[in-house]
């Protein structure tokens, strides 16, 4: 897994290689500025993710006690959530770490 990067150096694999983020269409509502960031403080990072199982939407999963972070990332380290999210998603030993 990849460490966090600048938006302008961050690749990701694509169409079986490695290709600069920047170099794709962008699909979702998300507006990048080209303006010249001078400082880690003023850039926008990417953070790798590896996605072992998703829903839609429609079925997202929440509950009482939960950890929530409106970051847009944060390391999960709760044991109560990531209790409840091995077994709703039914992740085994294989696709997660020991909750």
Do not use: I
């Amino acid at each position: 897994m990849a460490e966090a990067a600048p938006f302008e150096a961050a690749q990701v694999f694509h169409e079986g290689q490695w290709t600069p983020l920047k170099d794709l269409p962008l699909s979702a509502d998300y507006r990048h500025t080209d303006a010249p960031r001078t400082t880690p403080e003023d850039s926008e990072f990417v953070v790798p993710v590896r996605w072992t199982a998703s829903r839609p939407k429609s079925q997202a999963y929440w509950e009482k006690g939960m950890f929530a972070n409106q970051n847009s990332a944060g390391k999960l380290r709760q044991q109560y959530t990531l209790g409840k999210l091995v077994t709703q998603f039914e992740l085994n030993g294989e696709n997660s770490r020991s909750a």
